[in-house]
């Protein structure tokens, strides 16, 4: 089974310190997504990952930052925490299959999450 | 709004009932799959039914697409409290391996 692994389940932090989540995944996928989950708003997407020392910005990449330097590994890094990114975090990776088109099955896996909580 | 809008947002049911779950969307896509979030934990894929496909059975659960309207249902047949978890439909967009996910709805089947 793929197995997505967060370092913490439930995390507490204090306004401008430095923050890092980290995320494993064991099935070798290229893949890899920093979500926030907030009641109201659903899934939003930070950054991803799509190799090694890639990335590109999601939908809400602002006060975030990622790091990605072995295949298996992507942390999320909060430069400077503040009490709006109190939020859940969830970690997902996937394996594309083809280029293009009906190909695809880009199932998404994903950690068990960890919250912040920004004081 | 957002790519993969889920309706209704809250859904109560009592066991041994069907609950439908339909899922809205803006753009083409390649795919479109259903998750499932228990509380306070991570998402679980459950089904993945391609634009080229109208029906799709796993289980007790069916899915229905209808690309002409840009939507997708979910039926769970026979439901059970464990059944009780949030779900969410996301799209790809044709982009890739990025996905958009809906809002999500919530499902209580009660004993």
């Known amino acids: 089974d793929v197995k997505v692994t967060q370092s913490s389940r439930y995390l507490v932090k204090r306004t401008g310190e430095k923050v890092f989540l980290e995320c494993v995944q064991d099935m070798d996928h290229e893949n890899m997504f920093w979500y926030r989950q907030d009641p109201g708003l659903g899934l939003r997407l930070i950054y991803f990952s799509y190799d090694v020392k890639m990335k590109e910005k999601g939908d809400i990449p602002e006060g975030y930052s990622v790091s990605r330097e072995k295949k298996e590994r992507f942390s999320l890094i909060l430069e400077s925490a503040s009490t709006n990114q109190t939020s859940m975090y969830l970690c997902?990776?996937?394996?594309?299959?083809?280029?293009?088109?009906?190909?695809?099955?880009?199932?998404?896996?994903f950690g068990a999450g960890t919250r912040l909580s920004v004081l | 709004s957002q790519q993969g809008e889920e309706d209704p947002q809250a859904l109560s049911i009592q066991e041994g009932e069907n609950a439908t779950m339909n899922c809205s969307y803006k753009t083409s896509i390649n795919n479109l799959q259903w998750y499932r979030q228990n509380s306070g934990r991570g998402l679980v894929h459950l089904i993945l039914?391609?634009?080229?496909?109208r029906e799709k059975h796993s289980g007790r659960l069916r899915v229905t697409l209808d690309t002409s309207k840009k939507s997708s249902s979910l039926l769970i047949t026979a439901s059970r409290a464990a059944d009780t978890a949030s779900y969410f439909c996301a799209t790809d967009g044709t982009s890739g391996s990025r996905l958009t996910f809906g809002e999500g709805t919530q499902l209580t089947v009660n004993p």
């Open positions: 997902a990776s996937s394996f594309y299959y083809g280029t293009s088109g009906l190909l695809a099955k880009n199932i998404q896996y």
């Open positions: 039914i391609r634009s080229n496909e």
